[in-house]
Each structure stands twice: as C-alpha cells, then as structure tokens.
C-alpha cells in the first residue's frame, strides 16, 4: 500500500498536528503528504513548504499544492490508489472518531483507534466514566452550578473543555473572579471541573505490537513551566522538565504503566494512547487519555519510545503494518 501522510485539520489542533507531520515526515521520507487545510480542502503537499515551515506552534502553514478536495472525496481517491493512512492530527474530527467512521466505511487502511474508541476517548467525561469501571482511579466532576460551593470546600478547582486536548482552555480556580471565567467558557463548550489535585504529572504510553501484544511504556515525569502544564508551557517555554524514565518510586511507575493499559483496553483503543495522571500523596488520579497523541521533537510519546529502546521508524512502520491488517480483515 501507498504510505500517505494525512496531517493537519480544521480545529485548534492543527499547529501541533503540523508540527507532528514534520516528525514523521523527517522520520519517512518515501511518504507522500496530504495537507488538510483549515478550509477544509485537502491538498498534496510540498516537503519542502512542510519542512520549513519554523513556527508551528505558533503559525498555520502555507496552503500550497495541487487540491484535492474535502475530506470525503480525499478518502475516496485514498480507497482508489490503495493508500494507507498515517494520521498526523489531533482533536476534532480526527480524534473524536469522525475521521476514522469515514476511513471504516470506506475501507481505508488508517493508524491509531477505531471509530468507537475514538469517541469514548475523545470526551472526557465519557472517558472517566468506562476507565473507572476497569478499576482505574478518577477525579470527582462537579457541575458548574455547584462549583461556588465546590471551591469553598476543596480551596482549588480546575476546569478543561471537555473534548479538547494540548492543554488549550485550561482554567484553574482559584477565586471567585476564576469561577466567572469557567461560567464563560463553559457557555460556548461543555467544560469538566474537578477539585484540584495537588502532585505530579505523569503520562504513561501504551503501544500495540505486530503481533497483536500490548505494552505498556516508560511513564514519563512532567515537570512543567511556572507549575502549570498548559499549551504555552507544553509547547513554547523552555523551562519545562520531561523525565522518561520518570523517577518515581518503582511500584508507582509500575501503578502508571498497570492503570494506563487498563485505560486503554477498556476503552477499545488500537495502536497506541497515551494516558495523563496526577500523582498525588493519596495515589495516582486519571485525567483523560490521547488517542492520537503528539508525535512532535518535544512530545511525551516519542520520548516513552526511546526510553523503551523503539526506533521511532519502527514505531511508524510497525502502526502502517497494523493499520494495513485490519483493513485487510475487515475486508475480507
């Protein structure tokens, strides 16, 4: 089949996609490079544009290329040519399991979850809710009407939008004034707030092999800028610390590595997840998972897979080959 990199999109994302295609596309240089832009057309793109592009994370990427059209009919010419897709996206469409219904009813050979898991995944709330039935450890939701109250009890909040990830609309709670401010929010997007648990970020990588054998990956150690792990410090600050292999204590790394493949088996997801924990005093705390995460220079995955000994050339070319047997099987 016809490696094709698929990349960028129409939600907030699209810098970070961007920047996670120029990875790959270093990575596999026999790829072709599908732009979707954020018009919504789908365009062939230039290596060259791609990998000069120097402020991702800040700048949209010039639109350039021969157009190929939207989205369904860039699907159909990839059934047509036999292409399989190596999705570079995140949020949106491509995460919430919109994409990947498309790649299903098509037929298209596509990396990372399927439709289903895709959107359970993709919302936090629903999330919190099939990964505790597998015995994995979440924070308390608290509805915006209660968080005055919630806020006088707990002394902190946080509030995150529901079904949106690299940190963007992060709100922490800490005044009256603060909670005004998830009010507003909360007004154009469904918002999760949760009590505000002190600790340790970690994320924990989850990795599906040829074979069909799922691992889990070194837990990564975040040790963010300013004490918050927002897209500014995440992306842009210099200052954030990511250890992999985290220094926690053996039997909480091996706690991150056993709840992070909990979540991801319960949640039907294929390939690779990554799942987000704070580490607090009173144990490990789920806060959503990636089915789709980052694979930028600065990304956790990437980092989890070199400390696990995974070239990362192998890591892709081993999620085609898993992306092209399924869509063998569900073919046949």
């Known amino acids: 089949m016809r490696t094709t990199i698929l990349f960028g999109g129409e939600n907030r994302e699209r810098l970070v996609a961007v920047a996670s295609a120029q990875t790959v596309a270093r990575t596999l240089p026999e790829a072709d490079l599908w732009f979707w832009a954020p018009n919504g057309q789908v365009h062939v793109a230039s290596r060259e544009v791609l990998l000069g592009h120097d402020r991702p994370f800040e700048l949209d990427l010039p639109?350039?290329?021969?157009?190929?059209?939207?989205?369904?009919?860039?699907?159909?010419?990839?059934?047509?040519?036999?292409?399989v897709l190596?999705?570079?996206?995140?949020?949106?469409?491509?995460?919430?399991?919109?994409?990947?219904?498309?790649?299903?009813?098509?037929?298209?050979?596509?990396?990372g979850s399927g439709s289903h898991a895709s959107w359970l995944a993709f919302s936090k709330t629903?999330?919190?809710?099939?990964?505790?039935?597998?015995?994995?450890?979440?924070?308390?939701?608290?509805?915006?009407?209660?968080?005055?109250?919630?806020?006088?009890?707990?002394?902190?909040?946080?509030?995150?939008?529901?079904?949106d990830?690299?940190?963007?609309?992060?709100?922490?709670?800490?005044t009256p004034a603060d909670l005004d401010a998830v009010r507003k929010a909360a007004a154009d997007e469904a918002y999760v707030?949760?009590?505000?648990?002190q600790g340790l970020e970690s994320t924990c990588g989850v990795l599906e092999l040829d074979g069909g054998e799922v691992i889990a990956l070194p837990p990564v150690e975040i040790r963010p800028s300013a004490g918050k792990f927002d897209y500014k410090s995440k992306y842009l600050a210099k200052d954030t610390v990511e250890i992999c292999p985290a220094t926690f204590a053996p039997e909480i790394n091996a706690a991150l590595q056993d709840q992070a493949?909990?979540?991801h088996k319960a949640l039907g997801c294929r390939g690779y997840?990554?799942?987000?924990?704070?580490?607090?005093e009173h144990g490990l705390i789920y806060?959503?998972?990636?089915?789709?995460?980052?694979?930028?220079?600065?990304s956790l995955l990437p980092k989890a897979l070199k400390a696990q000994g995974v070239d990362f050339a192998d890591f892709l070319r081993g999620q085609l080959a898993l992306a092209e047997a399924r869509a063998k099987t569900v073919a046949v």
Do not use: W
């Not at 949020?91 to 596509?110: I, K, M, Q, S, T």
């Not at 997840?273 to 607090?280: A, E, G, H, K």
């Not at 806060?287 to 600065?298: I, Q, V």
């Open 273 to 280: 997840s990554r799942s987000d924990f704070i580490v607090s």
């Open 63 to 83: 639109t350039e290329g021969q157009a190929i059209g939207g989205i369904e009919a860039a699907l159909d010419v990839a059934k047509r040519e036999d292409r």
């Open 287 to 298: 806060l959503e998972t990636n089915t789709l995460p980052g694979l930028t220079a600065s």
């Open 86 to 111: 190596l999705l570079s996206m995140h949020g949106g469409a491509a995460e919430n399991g919109e994409l990947a219904a498309l790649c299903e009813a098509r037929g298209v050979a596509f990396t």
């Open 193 to 197: 707030i949760e009590p505000f648990v």
């Open 165 to 174: 990830g690299s940190s963007y609309g992060l709100i922490f709670v800490d």
């Open 126 to 163: 629903r999330a919190k809710e099939v990964v505790e039935k597998a015995g994995v450890s979440v924070p308390q939701n608290i509805a915006v009407d209660d968080a005055e109250v919630a806020l006088a009890k707990y002394g902190r909040l946080i509030a995150k939008p529901s079904e």
């Open 261 to 263: 493949l909990k979540a």
